[in-house]
């Protein structure tokens, strides 16, 4: 099915641990975004990216790394999970210009 | 900085009654106002959108007003149901600058009680 879809939907992992959050899309839109969510705070931009091989820091980028090989998928590494990475993560994508965001449907990470 | 306050935190509404949620900006150069409608375990989706050179826009229940001179926008959901309880975000973007990024309010968790 089209769409834009996050893998996996929950994760647990270690203090310390790299671990890869994926986000694809079907579209073929040009703009890709991670946002987290955390109460108290509503979504915050991580990283996004205009195109393919062009990527951009969002508002709290510190301990993320992203890429962009191929348009349709986006993913994010954090390279060190910390506890105050324990939050979820959305993948959005936009056509860009006067087009609406779509969202995935999360990934719930807890870091212990 | 908070670029965009909403307000307020949570609400709760009766059935058939007016859910109004509002929400501030700083940056002039936002020219891009959309809400969005967070359900339990869900993505946020687009409900509703407006741009600064209009002051109101309404499709079916819901309506943005727009006051540019305030820096103030607000979403007015009439006859409220209970299917409309959800979380609600306000977001804006400057897309004249060509980055197309969303900065959201911090939400507002809508409960309608029949």
């Known amino acids: 099915d089209a769409g834009i879809t996050q893998s996996p939907r929950y994760k647990i992992t270690e203090t310390g641990r790299q671990v890869t959050l994926m986000c694809h899309q079907t579209?073929?839109?040009?703009?890709m975004f991670w946002y987290r969510q955390d109460l108290g705070h509503g979504l915050r931009l991580i990283y996004y990216?205009?195109?393919?091989?062009?990527?951009d820091k969002g508002e709290v980028p510190d301990g993320y790394v992203v890429s962009r090989s191929k348009t349709e998928n986006f993913p994010l590494t954090l390279e060190s999970a910390t506890r105050s990475q324990t939050s979820v993560y959305f993948c959005?994508?936009?056509?860009?210009?006067?087009?609406?965001?779509?969202f995935g449907q999360g990934t719930r990470l807890t870091v212990v | 900085q908070q670029q965009v306050k909403q307000s307020p935190q949570s609400l709760i509404v009766q059935k058939g009654g007016i859910s109004i949620i509002n929400c501030a900006y700083e940056?002039?150069?936002?020219?891009?106002f959309p809400w969005y409608q967070q359900f339990p375990g869900k993505g946020p989706a687009l409900l509703i959108a407006i741009r600064p050179d209009v002051s109101e826009k309404k499709e079916g229940r819901f309506t943005i007003s727009f006051n540019k001179s305030a820096k103030q926008f607000s979403l007015h959901i009439m006859d409220s149901q209970p299917g409309d309880s959800a979380t609600y975000f306000c977001a804006a973007s400057n897309r004249r600058a060509g980055s197309y990024q969303l900065t959201f309010g911090k939400g507002t968790k809508l409960s309608v009680i029949p």
């Open positions: 940056n002039t150069a936002f020219d891009y």
């Open positions: 959005a994508s936009s056509r860009g210009g006067n087009t609406e965001a779509f």
């Open positions: 990216s205009a195109a393919a091989d062009i990527t």
């Open positions: 579209w073929s839109h040009s703009y």
